[in-house]
């Protein structure tokens, strides 16, 4: 079990950066893989990042793939998200997810509440 909670999030102008924090409760946080999903109004969810319970896997969602970068620090149970070069359909609420052995392929079973990043044009 993992409770995550999100922070950073803002309004920010179009070209700037943001950087997304997810803290974890646990004892156990490096045994869980990581991703940050985002939805903007009227959408559907989509995948943004993923990393590894060691950090040494990452992926990213073509439209973000060279100005987004996902890390965790598994001693202060915290996983990030550094978003730069920020486009307004970068708006949305960003989730922070996780998964661990009991979760199938592609699926996270604990969500955060997510954080807004709205950008200006």
């Known amino acids: 079990q993992v409770q995550l909670v999100e922070s950073g999030g803002g309004l920010v102008q179009a070209g700037g950066s943001l950087r997304l924090s997810c803290a974890a409760s646990g004892r156990t946080f490096s045994r869980y893989d990581m991703a940050w999903f985002r939805q903007a109004p009227g959408k559907e969810r989509e995948f943004v990042a993923y990393i590894s319970g060691t950090g040494s896997s990452r992926s990213y969602a073509v439209p973000v793939q060279g100005r987004f970068s996902i890390s965790r620090d598994n001693a202060k149970n915290t996983v990030n998200l550094q978003m730069n070069s920020l486009k307004p359909e970068d708006t949305a609420l960003y989730y922070c997810?996780?998964?661990?052995?009991?979760?199938?392929?592609?699926?996270?079973?604990?969500w955060g509440q997510g954080t807004q990043v709205t950008v200006s044009s």
């Open positions: 997810a996780a998964k661990d052995v009991t979760a199938g392929a592609y699926k996270y079973n604990y």
